[in-house]
């Protein structure tokens, strides 16, 4: 009798496992959308024509346009966001407190790490080119033409300077 208990209560855990595994995995699976469940005022659908370009932010240092496509640098969700800069634009060394992925869409962006702006550490980045920043690693970035960026994360957003001098014209 207690050999059939045994064998009831194992066949039990097995069968509740493969239950639990079932449904597990079903939770994870793509969930289909039925046709029309999305708006067409869900769509971004935008042309480089189309875009909205404003002066960039104040956190950058004059010169920089931006056009935002969603969200907001200052409030917590994503965002994206395009950037240009003008030729031999600088972005003194900072860091954000979020990890943020930016695709260079035209021009040339360069990028480097560290403390101090050097022209001459660094990498020139063409358009194609993607990079990941993590978050509060230190960088700064220069032009030599004009170049558009696009920038995207889960906000908010900062740049916080390493000199406060760099701050100040820009706040």
């Known amino acids: 009798m207690k050999t059939m208990w045994r064998a009831t209560a194992e066949v039990t855990v097995v069968v ?3 239950l639990t595994t079932g449904v597990s995995a079903r939770a994870q699976e793509p969930k289909s959308t039925a046709a029309g469940g999305a708006s067409a005022e869900q769509v971004i659908g935008l042309t480089p024509a189309e875009l909205q ?20 640098f200052s409030k917590p969700g994503p ?3 395009r950037l240009k800069f003008p030729a031999n634009y600088r972005i003194p060394p900072h860091w954000h407190p979020v990890k943020v992925t930016v695709t260079v869409i035209s021009g040339s962006f360069n990028m480097g790490f560290g403390d101090e702006l050097d ?9 194609g080119s993607i990079f990941e920043m993590p978050a509060t690693i230190h960088h700064f970035g220069w032009t030599t033409e004009e170049t558009i960026i696009q920038e ?6 900062s740049v916080n300077y390493l000199k406060p001098a760099h701050d100040a014209p820009h706040r």
């Open 16 to 18: 509740a496992a493969i």
């Open 53 to 72: 370009w404003t002066a960039g932010p104040p956190m950058l240092p004059p010169g920089a346009s931006m056009a935002v496509i969603e969200g907001s």
């Open 79 to 81: 965002f994206t966001v």
């Open 119 to 127: 022209l001459d550490k660094g990498k020139m980045l063409p358009a």
């Open 152 to 157: 995207h994360g889960i906000g908010p957003l």
